[in-house]
C-alpha cells in the first residue's frame, strides 16, 4: 500500500471515531419563555433563540464532530449567560440588567455570533430590528 493510502485511512478512521464521542445536544423544557410584543419577540427568536433558548435548532452539521463541538459549546455558554425560556422567572432587577446588556451587545454589533450569522445570513439584524429591540430595551 503506498504511504499516501495508509494515511488517507487513519485520517478517515480519525474522522469516523470521534464522531462516536458524545456532546451535549439538548433541549430542556420551556417553562419561563420571554413575554414580549410580537415584533421584539419575533426577533429574538430568528436571531438568539438557538443559542439563548432551550429551543436550539439543531441543524444536520450541528451533529457532525468536530463542528458538534463548537455549537454545542455556543449555546450552553449562550443559555449560561442569557436563557430567554428562563427570562420570566428572573428578579426585574436582573431582567433590567440583561435588557442593557442586550441592547450593547446589539449596538455593538458582537451578537448574534459572527460565526452563526455566515450560516443563517437571516438572523443578521438590519437598522429597523435593532431600533425595535432598543426601544423595548432601553426605552428609547
Ligand atoms: C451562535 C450562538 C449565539 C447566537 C445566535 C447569539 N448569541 Fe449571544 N452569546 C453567545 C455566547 C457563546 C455568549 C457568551 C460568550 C460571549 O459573550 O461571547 C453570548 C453572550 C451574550 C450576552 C452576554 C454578554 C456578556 O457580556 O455577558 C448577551 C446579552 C447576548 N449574548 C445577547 C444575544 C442576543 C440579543 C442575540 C440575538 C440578537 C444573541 N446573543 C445571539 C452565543 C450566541
Redesign the pocket.
Known sequence: MRLSTIIFIIILLVIIGIQFIEVKKTNPPVTADLNAPMEVKT??QK??????SNETKWPWYSKVAPVSWL?S??????R???NFSDWEKLLPAKQRK?KE??W???EED????G???LL?PS?K?DLMKKQT?KKWAVGN
Not at 458582537?110 to 455570533?113: C, H, Q, R
Open positions: 426577533i429574538f436571531s438568539c433563540y438557538d443559542c439563548h455549537v459549546k455556543d449555546v450552553e455558554e449562550g449560561e449567560h442569557l440583561l446588556e442586550i450593547e451587545e446589539i458582537k451578537m448574534p455570533l460565526n452563526y450569522t443563517h438572523a439584524l429591540i
